[in-house]
């Protein structure tokens, strides 16, 4: 957090250092980046990531949108645009926040092939098949993916009923962990676990923490040994 100096912003232990959530499945040489928050040129630079194959929007705010742009080096990669995937909301919102892409008017800016999704209706991506699931971020809809048994989910407050039977049967969660209290649009640490033991989740990873989430060390100690404290630069097997 900017201008603080708490026990975790000035933490030295790396696992403290949390950047902007975004993530990157990977299924052989096939890389789907899932948003475009602020920090992602450093993130890529530092995973020396070649090549994207296609982009999964939540939403629209700005911590996960706002990196859009610095995917354009990867167009000189490929023949085609890059696919990014989201709902017709959200596109209508980076068009406007984003003109100069999606116009077209300015030569080197990155070349998006923008495709409308659906909750509840699966899509495939380099054969790989992706689920989006309708969550609530507060009031807001967005989405939330399910790959697999693997379920990535940020920015949640609560899941719809027809969500939730979508959710059946993953057994890697990936989910929002925003602090110990409760908040008004993200879940809080005790909802999170909560929705993990109604899955039943065999691993269940916090993203999206903030600072008031104490020191990983510590905080991590006090948890199930099936939650984990998510840091950057982890890889998870699913």
Known sequence: MLGCNCDTCTSQDPKDKRLRASALVRSGDTHILIDTGPDLRTQLLREGITHIDGILITHEHNDHTAGLDDVRPYNFRRDDDIPLYTESRVLENLKERYRYIF??????AAKLDPRIIKPGVTFTLSGIDILPLRVLHG???IIGYRIGEMAYLTDVKSIPDESLELLQGVSTLIVTALEPKLHP??????EAITL????G????YLIHMSHRMGLHKERQRSLPPNIKLAYDTQVIQF
């Not at 116009?103 to 080197?108: A, L, W």
């Not at 649009?185 to 005790?190: A, R």
């Not at 989740?201 to 269940?204: E, S, V, Y």
């Open 103 to 108: 116009d077209k008017t300015y030569s080197t």
């Open 139 to 141: 009031r807001l809809p």
């Open 185 to 190: 649009t993200h879940f809080n640490l005790d």
């Open 196 to 199: 993990s033991e109604r899955l």
């Open 201 to 204: 989740a065999k691993d269940t």
